[in-house]
Structures are given as structure tokens and as C-alpha cells.
């Protein structure tokens, strides 16, 4: 089966791992990267850099783009990003790991990307534009929603509703049945036992 074509869209550290994860899939032939109009360099790994005032036109040379920015805090910029993507007639992929598993029942929305040794169980519900980040764990019954992180190593126990465009840190365990909301940061390392209501910082 020959490769298809594949724009990456950011270059930085979470492109890295992405671009791992594209070698053992063995899916895509990638293309390009897009950067922000100042980068300097003209190649990142080997791979050709467009400006992002190049993405109209890739759009209408290229049908498959994988968003590859990350996201740290209440950054918005992977959000704005899809979105102005959403406008174009292209798909935007998600990429999945061949060494992570996720349920046949689970439900994935465009734009996702999970990493390495991701495990993501039945009846999960996973946002749009979201990052499920290596060796984290999302149990049955709980919902995730768009642009978010879900960092490494995180715990995420039965039914626990997680809002939109949260970040939680590396290496956190929320408990059965927790509800977190809207714009939440979870800093690395914390056990949640109770709720949290949007906007809330919990470090």
C-alpha cells in the first residue's frame, strides 16, 4: 500500500515524539512541517519547513495534515491552530501508537494524538485536538474533552470527566468519578480527590 502525503504543522519538541511515532507506523510520507513565518531554518529533520503563511496554499496541494504542536498551561496556540485548520478543506489525522491500546468501544475525535504506551479503555470518550501522552492510563467510563493534555505517566481512574482545553501534568492520579472542568491546570505529580470547577489551578 503506497504512503500518503502528510503536512506536519509545528516543530518543536512534541513534533519529536510525533515523528517517532510516524516511523513505526510507516503510514505516511512526510512532506513538510509548518513553522511560524520567522523560523530561520530551512530543513528539520530532513524535512522541508513551510511558513505558516503557506498553509492556504499546501491546503489545496495536500489532503492530510497532523497538528504537532504541544500544549503547556492554558497555551491556546494548538487550539487556534486546529481551528484555522478546521476552515480548510483538508483532514486533519490523528495519530495513534502502535504501542498503545485503545478499546474498540472508545471513541476518538479528530485531531488526537496518542503516544506510546497509551491505554485508553472501554467506553472512554476522547475531545477533539486532544494529546493523550505516553504510558498514561484513561479508564473505563470517563470522558476527555478537546485541546486538551493529558501528560505522561498520568492516572485517569473510571469514570472521571475531564472539560475542555485542560492540561494535566505529568505523572497526576484522579480518582474514580472526579469531574474536572474547563481550563483547568493540574501541576505535575498531584492526587485529585475532588472536583474542580473551571479555570481553577490545582498545583
Known amino acids: 500500500m503506497s504512503k500518503k502525503d502528510l503536512i506536519l504543522v509545528g516543530g518543536g519538541g512534541h513534533c519529536n515524539a510525533c515523528l517517532d511515532v510516524l516511523g513505526l507506523l510507516n503510514l505516511y510520507?512526510?512532506?513538510?512541517?509548518?513553522?511560524?513565518?520567522?523560523?530561520?531554518?530551512?530543513?528539520?529533520?530532513?524535512?522541508?519547513?513551510?511558513?505558516?503563511?503557506?498553509t492556504e496554499k499546501l491546503s489545496k496541494i495536500y489532503r492530510n495534515f497532523l497538528i504537532t504542536i504541544g500544549k503547556i498551561g492554558k497555551s491556546k496556540i494548538r487550539e487556534t491552530k486546529y481551528n484555522e485548520l478546521s476552515s480548510l478543506d483538508i483532514e486533519i489525522v490523528s495519530l495513534i501508537s502502535p504501542t498503545a491500546?485503545?478499546?474498540?468501544?472508545?471513541?476518538i475525535a479528530e485531531g488526537v494524538n496518542i503516544m506510546h504506551q497509551a491505554l485508553i479503555n472501554i467506553n472512554v470518550k476522547i475531545g477533539k485536538n486532544t494529546i493523550i501522552n505516553s504510558q498514561s492510563l484513561v479508564e473505563h467510563d470517563s470522558s476527555i474533552g478537546s485541546h486538551c493534555h493529558i501528560s505522561t505517566g498520568v492516572k485517569i481512574n473510571g469514570g472521571v470527566k475531564i472539560g475542555n482545553n485542560t492540561f494535566i501534568g505529568s505523572g497526576t492520579v484522579v480518582h474514580e468519578g472526579i469531574t474536572?472542568?474547563?481550563?483547568?491546570?493540574?501541576?505535575?505529580?498531584?492526587?485529585?480527590?475532588?472536583?474542580?470547577?473551571?479555570?481553577?489551578?490545582?498545583?
Request: glycine fraction near 8%; proline fraction near 0%; charge should be negative.
Open 180 to 203: 474536572i472542568g474547563n481550563n483547568v491546570i493540574v501541576g505535575a505529580g498531584s492526587i485529585i480527590d475532588r472536583n474542580l470547577s473551571n479555570d481553577t489551578k490545582y498545583c
Open 101 to 107: 491500546y485503545v478499546s474498540t468501544s472508545a471513541e
Open 29 to 54: 510520507n512526510v512532506v513538510g512541517i509548518i513553522e511560524k513565518n520567522s523560523f530561520k531554518l530551512e530543513k528539520l529533520h530532513n524535512v522541508s519547513i513551510f511558513k505558516d503563511q503557506e
